[in-house]
């Protein structure tokens, strides 16, 4: 049974850094194409970051230079590290995965793409 476990959401003020971890079970992430996503309350779920099976990655505009998507395939873990957080930053962030994803660089923000979900982890950014 696949299952993907977020953390490392909480609290921080705006500059301030934070690094989600997805833990997969079940579920060998080297193998699969990750994304973070994030959605804040009355607003729709949004692409932050994706990596392919062979390590390319991609970033929403609104976050590049500032999150790294990343993966330690010993752990079976995703990371984001989110640095220079600002309030438009917070959101309830998620991971998801999926086995196969044609042009996964040009959809990669798709989340109807996605097979698996995790539950989600709080990020909130206060000025």
């Known amino acids: 049974q696949v299952q993907l476990v977020e953390s490392g959401g909480g609290s921080v003020q705006t500059g301030g850094s934070l690094r989600l971890s997805c833990a997969a079970s079940g579920y060998t992430l080297s193998r699969n194409y990750m994304g973070w996503f994030r959605q804040a309350p009355g607003k729709e779920r949004e692409g932050v970051a994706g990596m392919s099976t062979a390590g390319n990655t991609y970033y929403a505009d609104s976050v590049k230079g500032r999150f790294t998507i990343s993966r330690d395939n010993a752990k079976n873990t995703v990371y984001l590290q989110m640095n220079s957080l600002k309030p438009e930053d917070s959101a309830m962030y998620y991971c998801?995965?999926?086995?196969?994803?044609?042009?996964?660089?040009?959809?990669?923000?798709?989340?109807?793409?996605?097979?698996?979900w995790g539950q989600g982890t709080q990020v909130t950014v206060s000025s």
């Open positions: 998801a995965a999926a086995s196969q994803f044609p042009w996964y660089g040009a959809y990669w923000s798709q989340s109807s793409r996605y097979n698996y």
